[in-house]
């Protein structure tokens, strides 16, 4: 069973351009449109019975039809400039809004700066501590290791004194 055909409008130059199709999406592809016309609000369905008349009769096809006759069309048209002086519209005679102020920006970035550099500045100190510590301990482990060997014969010495004097007690 075929798909029910809706109607669909686009505004294209003096005219308006109808299609029937059975979906937003297939309205587009008939329009050759590659923007979503229906969110711009471009573009909308037609439940004018008499508008719906003609595109019916030729599905997936665009019918365009004059938006009011060409009276209507040139009274809507902007009056034709003299020529020599440009017309002055009421947008370019007044003042432009100033520019934005950058001020908080700058601000913001100078803080952004300020902070990198003295996270940068403590990173440093930290390596330099660091450093500190690993030569500490290096010294340390290495005095440790002498104090031990030191206590170490110290020890062996007792020993074979204690056992000299052991194989002599007993006889």
């Known amino acids: 069973m075929p798909r ?17 199709a059975p979906s937003r999406k297939a309205a587009l592809a008939a329009w050759g449109a590659t923007a979503d016309l229906f969110a711009r609000g471009a573009a909308e369905e037609v439940t004018d019975p008499a508008l719906m008349e003609a595109p019916l009769a030729a599905p997936g096809e665009v019918v365009k039809r004059s938006r009011g006759s060409a009276e209507e069309q040139l009274a809507a048209a902007p009056a034709p400039r003299r020529a020599g002086k440009p017309a002055v519209s009421k947008k370019s005679a007044a003042k432009p ?8 920006l700058d601000d913001a970035e ?28 290096k010294a ?16 062996d010495a007792a020993r074979e004194r204690y056992e000299a004097a052991l194989a002599k007690w007993r006889g």
């Open 97 to 104: 809004a100033p520019r934005p102020s950058r001020a908080a």
């Open 4 to 20: 029910k055909l809706k109607v669909f409008r686009t505004p294209a130059g003096f005219h308006d351009a109808y299609v029937a």
């Open 140 to 155: 340390a482990e290495q005095r440790w290791r002498t104090e031990r060997r030191a206590l170490e014969d110290a020890r």
């Open 110 to 137: 100078a803080a952004l700066d300020t902070a990198a550099a003295a996270e940068e500045a403590e990173r440093k100190e930290l390596a330099k501590r660091r450093a500190a510590l690993e030569r500490e301990e």
